[in-house]
């Protein structure tokens, strides 16, 4: 099997395993799972999958020779997600974003996914202990597989990241003893400093923000009015959305009206704010190997500790209002 990715190009898989998997009805679901949201709505350009992000976790893992068990954790991560991805979180009131998480064994283990394990003699079970791989999702901002692909394939899908750089970061990282690091603070800091700038443009920005409390609201009337039902949510965004687009539910009309092309939000006080919430603060700062000691990118590069510090706060709780339409 040969898949063309965007950001690492013609990748060849040769595992019978993987390939069964990828081409598994869970995993096939999430090329129909919106990784933005409800951004794309209103900037189209926000247009990666969670197939694609899925299969590059995948595919740092494999590059970087972990496990078989490992490699499969990264592509079977996001298998519980749900439709509009993490917008459930703002319907849901999860705060940390982990709502689809606690779903992950129960939308495995009720699939055709054990049964491909087993006939390749794979212990799911051993998979399913996510915790066990801490290369996959460590916490915010240490570098993960998880965490390292959806900073580079949504920074190079906005245009701030070329092709060249992604090259250059994965190349320049190295892996010991369990910990990826760099020995280059330059390629360190071009990666911690594009994570934020994404943070910025993407996942904190007020436009992303309005929209994803637009679909939120949205939600949460349909389910109160059973509309949808929370399985529901573990379909597709094509089945819910089609569910909302034909409800006459006025309220539920009115919000989803407003996900159009060009309708940006911006950043306003709390007091003139239509929506007011949390968010999260995503980025990475890695690890680099200087005078053999790891220190992190941000202790090595000067004001680049205050900046973080000032990325976070502006990014946790944020007032939007949604602009008028333009003429």
């Known amino acids: 099997m040969i898949i063309t990715d965007r950001i690492y190009g013609k ?13 598994s009805a869970p995993m096939q679901r999430l090329k129909e799972i919106s990784q933005d949201g409800a951004t794309h709505f209103i900037q189209p350009i926000w247009n990666a999958d969670r197939f694609e992000h899925s299969f590059g976790a995948w595919y740092l893992s494999k590059r970087f020779n972990r496990p078989l068990e490992e490699q499969v954790a990264c592509l079977l991560h996001d298998v519980p997600h749900t439709a ?18 606690r779903f992950l064994k129960q939308v495995v283990l009720g699939s055709d996914i054990p049964a491909i394990c087993e006939k390749h003699g794979l212990d799911i079970h051993k998979v399913l202990q996510k915790e066990d791989y801490y290369l996959l999702d460590n916490r915010t901002p240490e570098l993960s597989f998880d965490r390292w692909d959806y900073f580079m394939r949504d920074a190079y899908m906005i245009g701030i990241l070329p092709l060249e750089s992604v090259e250059l970061i994965i190349a320049s990282a190295k892996l010991d003893d369990g910990q990826l690091y760099f020995q280059d603070v330059g390629v360190a800091g071009q990666l911690c400093a594009t994570s ?4 910025q443009l993407g ?3 007020a436009t992303t923000h309005g ?4 679909l939120a609201e949205a939600l949460k009337i349909a389910l109160k009015e059973k509309i949808i039902i929370e399985e529901d949510l573990f379909t597709t965004d094509r089945a819910v959305w089609d569910k909302l687009k034909h409800t006459k539910n006025k309220a539920i009309n009115t919000y989803i009206s407003r996900l159009q092309p060009g309708r940006e939000f911006i950043r306003v006080s709390e007091e ?3 929506f007011y919430g949390r968010n999260k603060a995503r980025y990475i700062d890695p690890l680099v190997m200087q005078d053999g000691k790891l220190h992190q990118t941000s202790q090595l590069v000067v004001g680049l500790a205050q900046y973080i510090d000032d990325f976070k706060r502006k990014s946790q709780y944020i007032g939007v209002r949604q602009q008028e339409p333009r003429p």
Do not use: G, K, R
């Not at 990748?11 to 081409?23: A, F, N």
């Open 196 to 199: 934020i700038m994404v943070c």
């Open 211 to 214: 929209s994803w409390f637009l």
């Open 84 to 101: 509009f991805s993490h917008v459930v979180d703002f319907v849901m009131n999860d705060h940390n974003q982990e709502f689809h998480d």
């Open 203 to 205: 996942y904190a920005c």
């Open 272 to 274: 003139d704010a239509e």
């Open 11 to 23: 990748v060849e898989i040769t595992d019978p395993l993987i390939i069964e998997l990828l081409e």
